[in-house]
């Protein structure tokens, strides 16, 4: 396993760091408190996704994510939601907020939708020999899927899906990104 790791740029010291923050996060799950509505999450992502919704595949690697979701805002159970995504090849680092609605309890999905601002190149054209996705803007459009299962009453996991880009909205060049990965959520 730890071979998979490293052909996405994950050493063992920082595999064995993640691996033992996810063993105490599942391990808080299991202490008796009363439950609330706010939570973290945390997980690892696939970096740069080549997909039909984008014109990338440039950078490898992988994300590992960190976020907040707070209690519903209203009677139609919005939650607002901020996360951060270092990216372990050190290029393009993210960060996003915006509001989500799950939908099913046991069994969910969760869509959202948000804006990301991001570290990588914000160069209003493509230049295929950079190595680089040059985004066009610094402030991207982020809508994002999430399927997951209710582990127990305080834990979850979620496949999702992040895209980022302009939309067309921030500037007419829109290469776009996407990240696929695993996220577990606790409440606390």
């Keep these: 396993m730890l071979m998979r790791f490293k052909s996405i740029g994950l050493g ?8 033992l923050a996810l063993t105490a996060i599942v391990a808080s ?14 997980g690892v992502y696939v970096h740069d996704v080549d997909t039909p919704f984008t014109l990338s595949g ?30 372990t090849a050190g290029e393009t680092h993210y960060g996003a ?7 099913g309890e046991k069994i969910f999905v969760r869509p959202g939708i948000g804006i990301a601002i991001h570290t990588g190149s914000s160069r209003n054209f493509e230049d295929p020999d950079n190595g ?14 999430a399927v997951g299962t209710q582990i127990n009453e305080r834990t979850s996991i979620e496949a999702s899906w992040v895209h980022m880009s302009t939309a067309q909205i921030f500037g007419k060049q ?12 606790v409440k606390f």
């Design 97 to 103: 907020f915006g509001i989500s609605r799950k939908f």
């Design 58 to 87: 440039v950078e490898g690697g992988a994300d590992i994510m960190l976020g907040w979701r707070g209690e519903p805002l209203t009677k139609l159970r919005l939650q607002q939601y901020l996360f951060v995504a270092v990216h």
């Design 12 to 19: 063992s010291r920082f595999v064995k760091t993640l691996a």
């Design 174 to 185: 829109n290469p776009g990104m996407d990240n696929f990965g695993v996220r577990l959520s």
């Design 132 to 145: 680089k996705v040059d985004f066009g803007s610094r402030v991207l459009f982020a809508p994002e899927i």
């Design 29 to 42: 799950t299991l202490v008796a408190t009363p439950a609330k509505a706010d939570e973290i999450f945390g």
